[in-house]
């Protein structure tokens, strides 16, 4: 989709992409992209999913099988085909993008991104980003030896997972077999393999959500939205700010690292870095070939049209993505520091209702809310992002606003939110 033509959505010659996985995400995907006048379609694993309700077109059925995936795409032929989640058929990308199908961004991304041994040998060996020390074990006794070569503490996680599933903190020894069933218990897919990685008691991690777009002359450059901070509860994004709090020169090696990687991973599109700062070194994690759920505060730090959803929609169909020039990098800068919360969800059951929301939504706090129609606990919601004139007063802002909302379904009546870890004091 590299131009500047775009024509009409439910037309012949309609500009159409379709999503694999309709999650929240994939729903601002959606919404920014219908903006343009750009025909959609999601598909996901359960009906109703978030993008699926707001989508021109839906269906419902397991990605990882390719014949419903491969009927989907050759009756639909969109003009993009955008992975929002890891549960998919890999293999299928690599056999629709040899027949001309245009996969975001690009096959070997997303197959790189979507396993952890993939994705690191991309970032330490190709991208020659640091990281962290790691190796692979496939047995519990490969697993031992491995933990005791790394040192303790250390991290095992499974190849195959998301949101810190089958991802365990290792303390000692005596940890090991409970880390290696976790693993493969929890992976996605097969979990008879698994990756130690050393731990590195960072003093901030970030995500980068750099952008690979064409520019005036239809090169592929990068552009660089500000760092964001968060932190995670369990594996999973719990709070998230921009701007991380970083040097300038710290700043400046984020987006060389980012760089890296992504010029290794290639095509266009939006991508989320994900990187530890330790002692002012910056250190490569894991990156995302899409949206990702610590940039969420950007639906609100910048303008519209212009969040890591707008970004990538831009990026994907050849459009302008401007950045102001910061030495030898193009920088997206926020309007106004921010943050975001997460809203999780206490309790089981189905038509998940929330309460308290005009005690949540003071000024400059936005509320938005994804409307899945099954609750789990600690599933999420929806979000929280606040702007201030300071990211720790935006943090604060988000979490509490987050805080006051309660949540109840059929079989729940109204709970508030566990609360886990607080900046508040």
Same mark, same amino acid.
């Given at each position: 989709m590299k131009g500047n033509e775009l024509f009409s959505p439910l037309t012949k010659k309609a500009t159409k992409i379709l999503l694999l996985g309709a999650g929240e995400l994939g729903r601002e995907v959606i919404i920014e992209a219908m903006r343009l006048g750009i025909e959609t379609v999601a598909v996901d694993r359960y009906l109703n999913a978030p993008g699926q309700q707001v989508a021109h077109r839906a269906y419902t059925g397991n990605m990882k099988d390719a014949g419903f995936v491969r009927a989907i795409i050759e009756r639909e032929k969109p003009d993009a085909i955008i992975p929002e989640i890891e549960a998919i058929n890999l293999d299928l990308l690599f056999e629709l993008e040899k027949e001309g199908f245009n996969? +975001?961004?690009?096959?070997?991304?997303?197959?790189?991104?979507?396993?952890?041994?993939?994705?690191?040998? @991309?970032?330490?060996?190709?991208?020659?980003?640091?990281?962290?020390?790691?190796?692979?074990?496939?047995?519990? $006794?490969e697993l031992e030896e491995a933990c005791e070569k790394i040192g303790y503490p250390c991290w095992?996680?499974?190849?195959?997972?998301?949101?810190?599933?089958?991802?365990?903190?290792?303390?000692?020894?005596?940890?090991?077999?409970?880390?290696? $069933?976790?693993?493969?218990?929890?992976? %996605?897919?097969?979990?008879? #393999?698994?990756?130690?990685?050393?731990?590195?008691?960072? /003093?901030? $991690?970030?995500?980068?959500?750099?952008? %690979?777009?064409?520019? /005036?002359?239809?090169?592929?450059i990068t552009s660089f939205p500000k760092p964001v901070g968060h932190y995670q509860i369990d594996g999973d994004y719990h709070s998230s700010w921009q701007p991380a709090e970083v040097s300038e020169k710290v700043e400046k090696d984020i987006y060389r690292a980012a760089e890296k990687i992504t010029s290794a991973l290639g095509g266009v599109g939006l991508f989320g870095c994900e990187? !530890?700062?330790?002692?002012?070194?910056?250190?490569?994690?894991?990156?995302?070939? #899409?949206?990702?759920?610590?940039?969420?505060?950007?639906?609100?730090?910048?303008?519209? &049209?212009?969040?890591?959803? &707008?970004?990538? @929609? #831009?990026?994907?169909? &050849?459009?302008?993505?401007?950045? @102001?020039? /910061?030495? $030898? !990098?193009?920088?997206?800068?926020?309007?106004?520091?921010?943050?975001?919360?997460? +809203?999780?969800?206490?309790?089981d059951g189905w038509v998940p209702g929330m309460r308290n929301l #005009?005690?949540?939504? &003071?000024?400059?706090?936005?509320?938005?809310?994804?409307?899945?129609?099954?609750a789990h606990i600690n599933r999420r919601m929806g979000v929280v992002v606040a702007l201030a004139d300071k990211v720790e007063d935006a943090k604060k802002k988000a979490e509490k606003a987050a805080h006051y909302i309660e949540i109840q379904t059929q079989q729940q009546k109204w709970l508030p939110q566990q609360e886990k870890r607080m900046h508040l004091t």
């Open positions: 996969v +975001i961004p690009n096959a070997f991304a997303t197959h790189a991104a979507m396993q952890r041994e993939r994705i690191r040998d @991309v970032i330490a060996k190709k991208a020659g980003v640091p990281t962290s020390k790691y190796l692979y074990a496939n047995t519990l $006794e095992v996680k499974a190849i195959m997972s998301s949101s810190g599933h089958g991802s365990s903190f290792v303390e000692s020894k005596k940890d090991v077999k409970k880390a290696y $069933e976790n693993s493969v218990r929890n992976a %996605r897919g097969a979990g008879d #393999r698994m990756i130690v990685e050393q731990h590195i008691p960072f /003093d901030i $991690e970030v995500t980068e959500l750099a952008v %690979r777009h064409y520019d /005036d002359n239809g090169k592929v990187l !530890f700062v330790k002692d002012g070194k910056v250190y490569g994690n894991e990156c995302s070939p #899409r949206p990702h759920d610590t940039g969420m505060v950007t639906l609100a730090t910048h303008q519209s &049209g212009y969040s890591e959803c &707008g970004l990538h @929609v #831009r990026a994907v169909c &050849g459009l302008p993505v401007p950045s @102001v020039k /910061d030495g $030898e !990098f193009n920088v997206i800068p926020p309007l106004k520091p921010g943050a975001s919360h997460v +809203i999780l969800s206490p309790c #005009r005690k949540a939504m &003071g000024n400059d706090i936005s509320l938005f809310i994804f409307g899945k129609p099954e």
